[in-house]
């Protein structure tokens, strides 16, 4: 463990499991107090303890939904009242279904959005004056359909899309503020989350969850489906110093999966 991130407050939404827990835990080694925020109590409360199991500082763990506006503001009220300060907020949760266009109703689209967006927004705004004292970071977690869209996951795709549009406005903001704002769009990567999504669009295709993921592996062309630590590393290294001059870019961890040139 180093101490790169010793006294520096990170926020982790949807960091109880996958990709958040990931992230989560790579700061923790870096000596960060890390604020961990999920829906799962049951969940928080494990990814709690793998960080201390690591030597990572106990998490403070807040249990809520974050598609209301009334959890962010408990969110950041919390943090502010316990620590006074955050440095790095990463905006990780999210849980857009995936299925077919006809299918999915008005309710799954505006649930994407409540999530994924708003909750990234929401945060953001919130947390940005104690950000900007901090001279701080924003890492928003989009996903790799943000610039490959797919049939069967258009609410993932826009959602994303529109959180790095967010993100690249908003990393204009704070080149003049002080506050670096980065992307990151995972590929298939291996969590809970992406065996969901698999569940879900091979109902839609009729086949299995495992032959899907076995064609995508192949039609990408990857030898390995990425791990959370691939993610996370590259979090970490945004929100350091020698990353500084690293801002509103949208940067791909999938494999060199993502076509053309972007």
């Not at 870096?30 to 793998?50: F, H, I, M, R, Y």
């Not at 649930?111 to 953001?124: H, I, M, P, Q």
């Not at 359909?145 to 258009?154: H, I, K, V």
């Not at 993932?156 to 990393?171: I, P």
């Amino acid at each position: 463990m180093s101490n790169a991130f010793k006294d520096k407050i990170v926020v982790v939404t949807g960091g109880s499991r996958g990709i958040g827990r990931g992230i989560a835990l790579a700061f923790a080694r870096e000596g960060a107090q890390t604020v961990l925020v999920a829906s799962s109590a049951d969940n928080l409360k494990s990814a709690s303890a793998a960080i201390v199991a690591a030597d990572g500082l106990e998490p403070l763990t807040i249990a809520t939904d974050l598609r209301e506006l009334a959890s962010c503001e408990q969110v950041f009220a919390t943090v502010s009242e316990r620590f006074g300060r955050c440095d790095v907020l990463i905006n990780n949760a999210g849980a857009t279904k995936a299925g077919g266009f006809l299918e999915q109703p008005d309710a799954v689209w505006l649930d994407g959005f409540a999530l994924k967006f708003f909750g990234c927004v929401r945060l953001t705004r919130l947390f940005w004056p104690l950000l900007r004292a901090a001279e701080g970071h924003v890492v928003n977690i989009g996903g790799g359909a943000a610039r490959t869209p797919d049939t069967t996951f258009l609410i993932g795709g826009a959602v994303n899309a529109a959180m790095g549009n967010f993100s690249k406005g908003l990393s204009k903001l704070g080149r003049r503020e002080g506050v670096n704002v980065n992307v990151i769009n995972p590929g298939m990567t291996q969590t809970e989350r992406v065996l969901e999504l698999h569940q879900q669009r091979a109902a839609t295709l009729g086949t299995t969850p495992e032959k899907l993921q076995a064609e995508l592996l192949a039609k990408q062309g990857l030898r390995r489906i990425g791990q959370p630590e691939d993610v996370a590393a590259l979090a970490v290294f945004l929100c350091s110093a020698p990353a500084r001059h690293i801002i509103g870019a949208a940067i791909s961890v999938d494999g060199g999966s993502t076509p053309g040139y972007s």
